[in-house]
C-alpha cells in the first residue's frame, strides 16, 4: 500500500529553533504547511522566523523562489510559546538537545496535549527511536526523521522506525519528505542509524594511518580527495565538524555497539579534544586556522626521470587507465602478459595495486624486492594524485622509478611509508564492509545504504556500488589481509560479503 504524504492542511509543530529546527521548519514552510516554532529560550523562535525570511529572500533574489511563494512561505511561520500551542498540529518534529531524558520528557509532555491522531517525529542524530519512544503511552506513534545540516540544502532524510514505530505512520512520513523535495531511505533504530553508522570508517582509517605515520594530514587529505573522489578528507572534515561533535558519535557509537572494535575511538582525537583543538570553531585543529597561518601543503614528489622500458599487463581499470594516459603523452610502451596481477612494470621495477598487504609484505611473498604498490583511485582516467609505497627490500631507485612513471602518466605523486591497504583503499573497504553489515542486520537495504552515504556526508560513489566495481572478491582479500596483518576483530568481513563470495553474485546481484 502507499501512503500518502501529510496534506499541506496539516499544521507543523517543530520544536528548537538552532539550525536544525529552524531549517525543517523552512522546508515544512516552503512546502505549504503552516509552522509553529517552539522553543525554551526567549525571543528565539521569533528571531528563527526572521532569519528564515531572510533565507526566502536571497532565494527570490537568486531566482530560485517567486516573490509570492516567498512571501506566502513567510505568512505561514507561527512562533509558538507554549506546548500546548501545538495541539492542533498534524505532525511535530523536535530538534532539541541530544539527551535521552530530556526528549522523553518533551514527547510525554506533547502526548497529554496532543491529539492521538498527531505523528511525533524526532530528528535525533544518534539517540534510539525505541528507547525515546518507551516512555510514551502510544509509543508507535513515533518515528525518527533525521535531517541533515543545512536540512535546506542536504537531500537526505532518514526515516527511522524503533521496536514499536508503526510501520504506516513510517511509510507516511516517507513520502512527507519525498513531497518536501528530500530523498527519504529507511532505517531501523540502531546505534548511528545509517550514516553515522557507515561513516566511522572514513574517520578512523584515517586517524589509524596518521598514527601509523603513514603520511601527514594534509598528503593524507589530498590522496583521499585528488584520487578517492571525496569532496573533503578525513581530517580537514573532522576539523569542519568540530572534534567535540564527531568523538562524542564516535564514542556513542561504540558504546552502544558494546565496545566493538570495528568502533574503538581514536587516542589522538581524544588528545585534540582534551586540549581545546576542535578544529575550525576554535581555530586550531589537525589545521591551523588563523588568520596568517600558512596553508598546509600535502608531500608531492619531485620531478623524477621518466624509465625507458614500460610493460603494462592486462585490462584492469589501473591498468588500462594507465595505458591510456601514457599514449596520450605518446611515451612507448608494450602490452604483456602475466602470470600474476601486476599492472605496470617499469625499468625493472614491479607495481601492483594494494591488496591490503604492505608492499614489504607482498615483495616477499612474491620473491620481487623492487616492487611497489599503488593505491586506488575513484577513476583513474580524472584522478590528478596516485599514492605509492615502496618495499623495504628494494633499492634506492625503485621509488624514483616509479614516481617517473607515474609522473609521465600526468599524476602528482605521494609517497606513503609502507602501511597496509594505503589510504583509499583500506577506507572504502571499510566503508563498504561497514554498510554490509547495515545491510546484514536488517538495518537498511543495499540501495539505501549507498544512497544515504551519497547524500548525507557527500560521497562520490555508495560504498556497496565502489565495492561490486573494486570487485567484492579483492575486497574481501583487502579485509582479510588487513585483519590478519593487525590481528584484530576491527577488520572481520562481514556475512554479507561472505555469502555473495560463496554465491558467486555482486552486492547488487
Not at 572514513?202 to 585528488?226: K, S, V
Not at 583513474?380 to 614516481?403: D, F, G, L, M, P
Request: glycine share 8%; charged share 15%.
Amino acid at each position: 500500500m502507499n501512503f500518502q504524504a501529510l496534506s499541506t492542511s496539516t499544521s507543523i509543530g517543530v520544536i528548537g529553533a538552532g539550525a536544525m529546527g529552524a531549517g525543517i521548519a523552512q522546508i515544512a514552510a516552503a512546502a505549504g504547511h503552516t509552522v509553529h516554532i517552539l522553543d525554551a529560550r526567549e525571543g528565539a523562535a521569533a528571531q528563527a522566523i526572521a532569519n528564515i525570511q531572510a533565507q526566502f529572500l536571497k532565494l527570490v533574489a537568486k531566482g530560485k523562489m517567486t516573490a509570492e511563494d516567498a512571501n506566502a512561505a513567510a505568512q505561514r511561520l507561527m512562533p509558538a510559546s507554549l506546548i500546548s500551542e501545538l495541539s492542533s498540529t498534524g505532525l511535530v518534529i523536535e530538534a532539541i538537545v541530544e539527551n535521552l531524558d530530556v526528549k522523553r520528557e518533551l514527547f510525554s509532555s506533547l502526548e497529554a496535549v496532543c491529539d492521538a491522531s498527531c505523528i511525533f517525529a524526532t530528528n535525533t542524530s544518534s539517540i534510539s527511536i525505541t528507547s525515546i519512544a518507551a516512555s510514551l503511552k502510544n509509543p508507535a506513534r513515533l518515528v525518527g526523521m533525521h535531517f541533515f545540516n543545512p536540512a535546506p540544502l542536504m537531500a537526505l532524510v532518514e526515516i527511522i522506525s524503533g521496536l514499536a514505530t508503526s510501520k504506516e505512520l513510517a511509510e507516511t512520513l516517507y513520502a512527507t519528505a519525498k513531497a518536501w523535495g528530500k530523498t527519504p531511505v529507511y532505517a531501523k533504530s540502531t546505534p548511528g542509524f545509517i550514516v553515522n553508522r557507515v561513516a566511522r570508517p572514513f574517520y578512523a582509517e584515517g586517524l589509524r594511518l596518521l598514527n601509523e605515520g603513514a603520511a601527514d594530514c594534509a598528503t593524507l587529505d589530498a590522496i583521499m580527495r585528488e584520487s578517492g573522489g571525496f569532496k573533503m578528507g578525513p581530517f580537514e572534515l573532522m576539523d569542519m565538524i568540530g572534534h567535540d561533535v564527531n568523538f562524542a558519535v564516535t564514542q556513542s557509537v561504540w558504546r552502544a555497539f558494546y565496545n566493538d572494535q570495528r568502533f574503538l575511538p581514536s587516542l589522538i582525537q581524544q588528545e585534540m579534544v582534551e586540549a581545546g583543538h576542535l578544529g575550525k570553531k576554535t581555530k586550531r585543529g589537525f589545521y591551523n586556522y588563523d588568520d596568517h597561518a600558512t596553508p598546509s601543503m600535502p608531500n608531492t614528489e619531485g620531478l623524477a626521470k621518466r624509465p625507458l622500458d614500460i610493460t603494462i599487463f592486462g585490462n584492469s581499470r589501473a591498468a588500462s587507465a594507465l595505458a591510456h594516459r601514457l599514449h596520450s603523452a605518446s611515451i612507448v610502451f608494450v602490452q604483456g602478459e602475466a602470470s600474476d596481477d601486476r599492472i605496470v612494470q617499469a625499468d625493472g621495477v614491479v607495481i601492483y595495486e594494494t591488496d591490503g598487504r604492505t608492499a614489504t609484505h607482498r615483495a616477499q611473498a612474491n620473491g620481487i624486492h623492487q616492487l611497489v604498490l599503488s593505491d586506488i583511485a575513484l577513476d583513474y582516467e580524472k584522478a590528478t594524485r596516485i599514492a605509492i609505497t615502496v618495499a623495504h627490500q628494494a633499492n634506492s631507485q625503485t621509488k624514483q622509478i616509479a614516481i617517473g612513471l607515474f609522473q609521465v602518466a600526468g599524476y602528482h605523486v605521494s609517497s606513503l611509508n609502507d602501511v597496509a591497504g594505503m589510504a583509499v583503499m583500506r577506507t572504502v573497504s571499510m566503508l563498504a564492509n561497514e554498510a554490509a553489515d547495515a545491510v546484514n542486520q536488517g538495518v537498511c537495504d543495499a540501495a539505501s545504504a549507498d544512497t544515504a552515504m551519497r547524500l548525507g556526508v557527500n560521497y562520490p560513489r555508495g560504498p556497496l556500488a565502489w565495492a561490486d566495481e573494486i570487485g567484492i572478491l579483492k575486497v574481501n582479500q583487502v579485509l582479510k589481509h588487513l585483519n590478519d596483518f593487525y590481528g584484530e576483530d576491527r577488520y572481520r568481513v562481514s556475512p554479507l560479503i561472505q555469502q555473495c563470495i560463496f554465491a558467486g553474485t555482486t552486492i547488487y546481484a
